[in-house]
């Protein structure tokens, strides 16, 4: 399948500590995008890294994109609890003009 | 806030009933997008509409109609629905539709149940 394989599928954290999440795929891509989501709601656009990136850093995010082992993660240092959230990778296929493939999504719950 | 607003944000419907969805957007975006999300799979795409032209139809059943009159709303016309339709439905907006750097806002969805 084109789409991105988050993992893990479920994490809890401790306040303070940081929470990495990982997205594997199998084609070739433009860029990968991280969104987050809060349960019931829309999603939320983090950060977009592109295929000669190796990583950015948006605040408390950092992601890193490893194009030959076809892997990105996304990293939170410092979790708060209002960092809990559903966290979906996105992948820009470098096929033509296509939309964004998402996968399934992290659920990162951040305790207090 | 993203600027996508999406209106019913809950909607209960019976299999015989006929209700749409209303998404708008005030970002000045060209292209707008419907997409569904069930539990534990991925966000699936249902349809992509770039300038006001449907640009993307991913096989999606005759049961499910969007509409796009201009380029700041979307509509999505559902009849006859079934209960394995019961999802999330999001609406999502972009500045040009397809572009290989685009991201995309979303609204905060209609939570529907067909019973």
């Known amino acids: 399948s084109q789409q991105g394989e988050e993992d893990p599928q479920a994490l809890s954290i401790q306040e303070g500590e940081n929470a990495t999440m990982n997205c594997s795929y199998k084609t070739s891509i433009n860029n990968l995008q991280w969104y987050r989501q809060n349960s019931g709601r829309g999603l939320v656009h983090l950060i977009l890294i592109r295929s000669n990136e190796r990583e950015k850093h948006s605040g408390r995010l950092r992601v890193t994109l490893d194009t030959s082992k076809k892997s990105s993660s996304l990293l939170i240092t410092a979790s708060r609890a209002a960092d809990t959230a559903s966290y979906f990778c996105a992948l820009r296929l470098n096929s033509g003009n296509t939309p964004l493939v998402f996968g399934k999504g992290t659920r990162l719950s951040v305790i207090a | 806030e993203t600027g996508v607003t999406q209106t019913p944000r809950h909607l209960v419907m019976g299999m015989t009933n006929k209700k749409s969805l209303k998404c708008e957007q005030h970002?000045?975006?060209?292209?707008m997008y419907w997409y569904k999300q069930s539990a534990k799979k991925p966000l699936e795409l249902m349809f992509v509409y770039s300038l006001e032209e449907r640009v993307e139809n991913n096989s999606v059943p005759s049961r499910f109609s969007p509409e796009c009159p201009n380029s700041s709303h979307l509509f999505l016309h559902l009849h006859t629905l079934q209960p394995e339709d019961s999802a999330l439905y999001l609406c999502?907006?972009?500045?040009?539709?397809?572009?290989?750097?685009?991201?995309?806002?979303f609204g905060s969805g209609t939570q529907l149940s067909v019973l």
């Open positions: 999502a907006s972009s500045h040009s539709g397809l572009s290989q750097s685009e991201k995309l806002f």
């Open positions: 970002l000045g975006h060209n292209a």
